[in-house]
């Protein structure tokens, strides 16, 4: 099996930042280089929404329009880390935050139901 735990998660004012971290393990984890690492997130009421993800591949990181220029992905392969640096947040970004990871392959990681595991998810919570 492979864990993902989310952390970083708070209460912040409307400009601020937060740092959200996942930390992935488990016998069934083998490699950081073999998966693809995303970050959702989901509102009362609304459908799971693709955030940022990193590809296996090396690519360039996918940023929702929503976010680009303000969330920066990032995966450190030596602890099996991935975080989200998050600024200029808004009350709009409130949500849990999910950490997601896909097995190797050539899916869309911008869908949700690609992926092959999912951690419990940090809230996010931005006042005004």
């Known amino acids: 099996q492979v864990q993902l735990v989310e952390s970083g998660g708070g209460l912040v004012q409307d400009g601020g930042s937060l740092r959200l971290s996942c930390a992935a393990s488990?016998?069934?984890?083998?490699?950081?280089?073999?998966?693809?690492w995303g970050w959702f997130r989901q509102s009362p009421g609304k459908d799971r929404e693709f955030v940022a993800a990193?590809?296996?591949?090396?690519?360039?990181?996918s940023y929702a329009n929503s976010v680009k220029g303000r969330f920066a992905i990032s995966g450190d392969s030596a602890t099996n880390m991935i975080y989200l640096e998050m600024n200029s947040l808004k009350p709009e970004d409130t949500a849990v935050y999910y950490c997601?990871?896909?097995?190797?392959?050539?899916?869309?990681?911008?869908?949700?139901?690609?992926?092959?595991?999912w951690g419990q998810g940090t809230q996010v919570t931005v006042s005004s």
């Open positions: 488990g016998r069934s984890f083998t490699t950081f280089s073999r998966y693809s």
């Open positions: 990193l590809r296996w591949s090396g690519d360039a990181p």
């Open positions: 997601a990871a896909m097995l190797k392959g050539l899916q869309d990681v911008t869908i949700g139901r690609f992926y092959n595991y």
